[in-house]
């Protein structure tokens, strides 16, 4: 198996040109490497130079990341962006990138696991963007506590980025949408939820949830999207027989 293998493995599965339109990341190959086989492959949320150096000193020939290098427009090739890519060639090392496509996957997707997490049922799409539905929502077959939530969220027991306590102490239909989609929080309202689960915490929605009583987690854009790439990694191994290891870097934002 090389890349290209790779990639349209990747591709079907996660149903990559589907957000050709909706998504302005490169999906798919962003840095291409010799045609010689893929054994071992590195997983991380970011595509940034420590990650990238993580994964040549695991022996990766490629690394996997949900946030890449390119975002739908051209830019030169200087600063920190020419050292990522001058460490990825000169190691011989891949980088591949699904963003999007891997928010929305209903079963590898970052949202698609944390529903599981919090034990969600009657999982349906949600979460419009661009006419694709990139989030998940669903109800508890018994109403929780914010506390019970947050456990379930943040399982090492993090705080929050932030926290909206406004809707219902028990919680029983939450929307889900992973990363910086503050704003996604009005279709839950519209839609009547008690909770909006996302990564990024924003000024700009903090009056409206509090006036329409919706409850809102940014349990943190790392945090939120640290499932998916972990999710594709064991499906990766599984499936394709490659190596895999993952790339711990968090954030905390």
């Not at 990559?16 to 909706?22: L, M, N, Y």
């Not at 924003?202 to 949830?209: A, F, K, M």
């Not at 940014?218 to 499932?227: D, I, K, L, Q, S």
Request: aromatic share 8%; proline share 5%; net charge negative.
């Amino acid at each position: 198996m090389n890349m290209h293998d790779f990639d349209r493995w990747a591709r079907e599965l996660l149903s990559v040109d589907r957000f050709r339109s909706a998504d302005d990341s490169l999906n798919g190959i962003q840095v291409d490497r010799s045609d010689t086989p893929l054994r071992k492959m590195a997983f991380a949320v970011d595509a940034c130079l420590e990650t990238i150096r993580r994964a040549k000193e695991a022996g990766a020939q490629a690394l996997f990341v949900h946030h890449g290098l390119f975002w739908g427009k051209p830019l030169p090739l200087s600063g920190s962006l020419r050292q990522r890519v001058l460490e990825l060639l000169n190691g011989d090392l891949a980088l591949y990138a699904c963003h999007l496509p891997l928010d929305a996957h209903p079963e590898l997707g970052n949202n698609a696991v944390l529903a599981r997490m919090l034990g969600l049922k009657n999982i349906e799409p949600f979460g419009d963007y661009h006419g694709l539905a990139i989030g998940c929502k669903g109800i508890f077959d018994t109403a929780l506590s914010m506390d019970e939530v947050l456990r379930r969220v943040l399982t090492a027991g993090d705080p929050p980025r932030a926290l909206y306590p406004f809707g219902p102490e028990r919680i029983r239909s939450v929307g889900i949408v992973s990363g910086g989609a503050a704003f996604e929080s009005l279709q839950a309202i519209e839609q009547g939820l008690d909770l909006y689960l996302t990564g990024e915490p924003s000024h700009s929605i903090y009056h409206t949830v509090m006036e329409e009583g919706l409850n809102v987690i940014a349990a943190g854009h790392y945090a939120t999207e640290v499932h998916g790439v972990q999710a594709v990694a064991e499906r990766a191994a599984r499936e394709l027989g490659i190596e895999t290891v993952f790339i711990e870097f968090p954030t905390g934002l």
